[in-house]
């Protein structure tokens, strides 16, 4: 087998951030051995600077060590670089991929997106698990892609561990995909079970699952259905290739659902679950996201608490649905590596 090298920068060092280098740590000499490719990690980049190793790897285990002792990545001895941003650090330094990991901003995408077209530039791979960039400047991105000859891939900004995109780009090649449901977002699903199971009502059901740090302090961009909407609108700009943006889907959470809505649910032998679609119709996409009440032998009406799945209607293989996938850092952390190892060893193109 012939060996691979592939030098990392790792902009954002949060919990995916993180996760992902202990896995790359523990899993190193398992991907090398398994895959026939060596990963490097060349620099982490974070709010207060970076650590950067101008040649062979950072010390990632001891990097890791001293950040959940409260230190910080600037200050990691022999590597440490302050103030530096990660533009100037993907400008300055020697790497194969960019690994971005910093907090979604879906007002102007940064940093992420300068993260991104920097890395482009210099004709590195993008392993993205930040939807911002992705979602408000995919026809941006992918054209400098293009023209670079560089892969993005996008699995960790779609469903986290569930290989929502795998399915649809690799699993499906050759078929034409009519349309595609999902259930993409562990919160709502996670809230519309217990109303299910217990009879509550939206109000409880949120308060339980912020308790369970399921749910944010402020669910909005959740329970109203946006993280829904950019996670379709990714899935269909791959799948259907186009490059829509979140202005393009119809849009409506869970916010209105009522224990009467639920209980008339139940007593049709349905159930109420957040749905995302990205349909063919009239020989166009559309994409909407809303609650739909499901019978029981649809795929996805068994899919309960934060567990997430997405079903492809397609004209030559019939319906292939998939479901489950950790909602978690350690499951975005495990679709990046995911990433990694496709972009170096199995694809030659994105997703």
Not at 102 to 127: C, F, Q, S, W, Y
Not at 205 to 215: K, T
Not at 234 to 259: C, H, M, Q, W, Y
Not at 323 to 335: L, R, W
């Amino acid at each position: 087998m012939k060996m691979a090298n592939k030098r990392l920068i790792l902009c954002g060092f949060g919990n995916v951030g993180r996760a992902f280098t202990r896995l790359v740590a523990e899993r190193k000499a398992r991907v090398k051995q398994q895959y026939g490719l060596s990963l490097e990690l060349a620099a982490v980049v974070d709010i207060g600077g970076a650590a950067v190793a101008a040649q062979g790897a950072l010390p990632a285990v001891e990097l890791l060590s001293q950040v959940e002792k409260g230190g910080t990545v600037e200050q990691f001895a022999g590597y440490g670089r302050a103030g530096v941003s990660g533009t100037e650090v993907i400008l300055n330094t020697e790497a194969d991929a960019l690994v971005e990991a910093t907090p979604t901003n879906l007002i102007n995408g940064e940093p992420g997106r300068g993260h991104v077209l920097a890395a482009l530039n210099k004709g590195m791979d993008i392993i993205c698990a930040n939807k911002g960039p992705l979602v408000l400047y995919y026809g941006e991105i992918q054209e400098l892609a293009k023209r670079k000859g560089c892969g993005v891939y996008m699995s960790a900004a779609t469903a986290a561990a569930l290989p929502a995109l795998d399915v649809g780009l690799m699993c499906l090649a050759g078929a034409q995909v009519i349309s595609f449901e999902g259930i993409l977002n562990g919160t709502t699903n996670y809230i519309l079970t217990r109303m299910h199971t217990e009879k509550c009502s939206y109000e409880t059901a949120l308060r339980a699952a912020q308790q369970m740090g399921i749910a944010e302090t402020d669910p909005s961009l959740d329970v109203e259905g946006w993280d829904t909407c950019n996670k379709i609108v990714l899935i269909a700009n791959r799948v259907f290739g186009k490059s829509f943006g979140p202005a393009d889907a119809e849009v409506t959470g869970i916010t209105g659902i009522t224990p009467e809505d639920i209980e008339e649910t139940l007593k049709a032998g349905n159930v109420i679950k957040l749905i995302g679609i990205g349909r063919i119709e009239d020989g166009q996409v559309v994409l909407r996201v809303a609650p739909k009440p499901l019978g029981m032998e649809h795929p996805l009406a068994s899919i309960n608490y934060s567990e997430k799945g997405i079903s492809y209607l397609t004209d030559t293989m019939g319906r292939i649905t998939v479901a489950g996938g950790q909602s978690s850092p350690a499951g975005a952390a495990a679709a990046l590596l995911k990433d990694l190892i496709h972009s170096s060893v199995f694809a030659s193109g994105s997703w």
